[in-house]
């Protein structure tokens, strides 16, 4: 029995350099040489097979009157063309169904939103961004989708076009939608994730307040990501950098302190206000040694020698049963004890003692 061959689209499912319009690119080769046309291949399959021949007549037409009777001999090929035909003229359209097929949303969730036929987005997904079946292959959608988009954006910018809102908008939308996934999606594309009816007024400032906290962000959002960095916003970059990390540290430091204090729901919130806690690890270390005294001091010891002494506030081991409030007989401790002399060479012996 003779094996049957595969499609050039089974074969280009393995293809790392092909691009999301492969298909269109493959007619556009197959009609280059008008009026003399190449043969589909039997390893074409129906897609590129149907756009050929309905390209073909679509370019012989003269007027209107012809491309309607092509509207009326293929609609939905036809419909999907014209997201195409018109991305000059009406970018939003094919920007918002290339943002929603990144994304992950089926044909019907987008048609359903720009009101048309699911049909139409399945022919617009093959013909010009065939991306579906690739959604998991990260380092192909980076290379042929998502870099290509952004570095549109940065050489409109260096060069000073007009259409570097457009390249903006195109950029972030892609990569917010594909890393983001739906809900994303219908965020950026839409400003707000969703319609809601004010019914009174303290709804209306609840929701004042919502859309521009979500407004604040999404566009915060969208400008981190076509940021370019420079020598000039290096430093600031670092500088919020350096910010968020300490924010990160103050708020796992709260966390852990909030469960330390028996508050495993997170119901003490203000932490620091009440328990005139640290901000951050470095500052509890620097709260702890400024309440202790520590310094070096020359005491005579004869023949007009002197030796360095340092004096600080140690504990013995009785102090800390005092501090712990392990010694029935006494009290706890409420302050640190007096400082005592200890020699600088004291305290190194001890720490290699401990080490050895």
């Known amino acids: 029995m003779k094996r049957r061959k595969k499609s050039i689209s089974e074969w280009q499912k393995y293809n790392p350099f092909i691009r999301p319009d492969w298909r269109f690119e493959r007619v556009l080769q197959l009609i280059e040489n008008l009026p003399y046309v190449e043969r589909c291949s039997t390893r074409d399959d129906k897609y590129v097979v149907k756009y050929k021949k309905f390209l073909l007549k679509y370019k012989s037409c003269k007027n209107e009157y012809q491309k309607q009777k092509i509207f009326e001999s293929y609609p939905v090929i036809y419909l999907a063309h014209q997201i195409y035909e018109n991305s000059e003229k009406e970018p939003e359209v094919y920007l918002i169904i290339q943002a929603r097929l990144l994304a992950g949303q089926n044909f019907e969730t987008i048609a359903n939103n720009l009101h048309t036929k699911p049909a139409v987005i399945e022919w617009y997904s093959k013909i010009f961004f065939d991306v579906c079946d690739r959604l998991d292959n990260k380092d192909w959608i980076t290379k042929h989708v998502l870099k290509p988009s952004i570095d549109k954006y940065f050489s409109n910018v260096d060069s000073k076009k007009k259409n570097y ?58 400008a981190a990501l076509s940021c370019s960095i420079n020598n000039f916003n290096v430093m600031s970059l670092l500088g919020i950098h350096d910010a968020i990390l300490g924010m990160k540290k103050n708020y796992e430091h709260k966390s852990l302190l909030s469960k330390m204090l028996g508050n495993e729901d997170g119901e003490n919130s203000n932490l620091q206000g009440n328990y005139n806690l640290p901000q951050s690890f470095e500052e509890h270390i620097k709260s702890v040694l400024e309440d202790i005294q520590i310094g070096i001091f020359e005491k005579p010891v004869g023949g007009g020698e002197k030796e360095n002494y340092l004096q600080v506030n140690a504990f013995e081991w009785k102090d800390e049963e005092k501090l712990l409030g392990n010694n029935d007989d006494t009290e706890k401790l409420k302050s640190l004890p007096p400082p005592r002399n200890i020699k600088p060479d004291e305290i190194l012996d001890r720490i290699k003692g401990e080490i050895v």
């Open 165 to 222: 809102g457009l390249a903006f908008l195109d950029g972030t939308l892609k990569i917010l939608c594909y890393f983001g996934g739906p809900a994303v999606a219908d965020l950026v594309i839409n400003a707000l994730p969703s319609r809601k009816t004010i019914t009174n007024e303290e709804q209306l400032d609840e929701w004042i307040d919502n859309t521009w906290t979500l407004t604040v962000k999404r566009r915060s959002l969208q």
